[in-house]
């Protein structure tokens, strides 16, 4: 690719980006930040876990995301009675127009490009781990049919974390195969007045679709040609490996408080979504300022705290703060 076509695909990229991120904010108020970390996901082809309390729009945001892309796409809601079939779908019989019988596959929803998994802790471990095959795999099995996925493919699954009757806490397994964990907290004071401009009235948003699904897979190849050179690389195993207690980088933060750390996925992860930050920087290497950018979305989920952390009241984003203030960026 020549510096020519190079400069071209960035602005193609940064300004479907920055389309996408525009129509998703006509009808999601706020939250600026936390829109570009998940389009940044789904740039680094990532799976994207969204943790929030009732009513503050995470089921809009996933669908006005879909809005905007003209990819099939389906909604699931995880309920404790929802069984593996019901997702990737079920041999029936059927009658064909003889009158006689004949027994065909109909898919579930999982078979689509984007997958919004409405209260996925709500699901039993038994559909869950047909969701984590889905997810890891790109494909789904019933019996000894196996279903090659869409691509572009992308999960995004929300929780409630004040409600644990009827849920499944999800497996560390599971979640180590989002990406990013984005955390969704109330709206500024100035935002409420913005939420009631766009609900209450009779004005409807009219979100615009802005890409393909070739377009997605296209800006993905780009991403992932972004440099990232060794030292970054290096930056990103230290930090990782700083989360891991009894590690050589571990400090009193973490041998202190956390159980087990990030792994290899999260170092993957720090580099992939800090490609994304940097094409939207107008970059073409990635910093270890963008590996940091990425850090609490990208390891917070991925921190098993002990008791006495919980018992102090530590919280994971708390806990990455300090141990990225200990780290430099040089060995």
């Known amino acids: ?39 940044a996901a ?32 389906s909604r699931i809601q995880f309920t404790p009675d929802l069984m593996p079939a019901d997702i990737i779908g079920s041999t029936v019989l059927l009658t064909d127009s003889t009158g006689g019988h ?5 898919e579930g929803p999982l078979v689509a490009n984007f997958i919004l998994a409405d209260e996925i802790n709500r699901g039993t471990p038994k559909t869950q781990s047909a969701l984590l095959e889905a997810m890891q795999e790109h494909q789904v099995s ?10 572009p493919f992308a999960v995004i699954a ?3 974390p004040i409600e644990q009757e009827g849920t499944y806490p999800l497996p560390e397994a599971e979640l180590d195969r989002f990406m990013i964990k984005l955390d969704i907290g109330y709206p500024e004071e100035a935002d409420y007045l ?15 679709t802005i890409c393909t699904g070739e377009e997605i897979i296209a800006m993905q190849k780009l991403a992932r040609q972004v440099i990232s ?9 230290r930090l990782v490996m700083s989360t891991q207690p009894g590690s050589a980088y571990a400090g009193a933060t973490a041998n202190e408080n956390v159980i087990w750390g990030a792994g290899p996925r999260a170092v993957q992860a720090l580099v992939l979504i800090a490609k994304t930050y940097a094409i939207l920087d107008g970059r073409a290497a990635i910093a270890c300022e963008d590996i940091r950018r990425a850090a609490l979305p990208v390891l917070r989920h991925r921190l098993k705290l002990n008791f006495e952390a919980h018992l102090k009241g530590r919280k994971a984003d708390e806990l990455l703060k300090e141990i990225i203030r200990n780290l430099p960026e040089q060995p």
Do not use: W
Not at 230 to 237: H, I, K, L, S
């Open 42 to 73: 789904l740039m680094a082809n990532g799976h994207v876990l969204i943790e929030g309390v009732p009513g503050l729009g995470k089921t809009l945001l996933v669908k006005t995301l879909a809005e905007t892309l003209k990819l099939s796409f």
């Open 194 to 208: 913005k939420i009631l401009d766009r609900t209450v009235g009779t004005e409807k948003a009219d979100v615009k």
């Open 158 to 160: 929300t929780q409630n």
């Open 229 to 237: 050179a060794p030292e970054v690389e290096n930056y990103a195993v």
């Open 142 to 151: 019933t019996g000894e049919k196996t279903i090659i996925l869409p691509e």
């Open 102 to 106: 004949c027994l065909k596959f109909r």
């Open 1 to 39: 690719m020549n510096d020519m076509t190079a400069a071209r695909s960035i602005e193609t990229f940064r300004r479907n980006f920055s389309g996408i991120k525009n129509e998703i904010e006509k009808t999601f108020v706020g939250h600026s930040g936390l829109v570009t970390d998940l389009l």
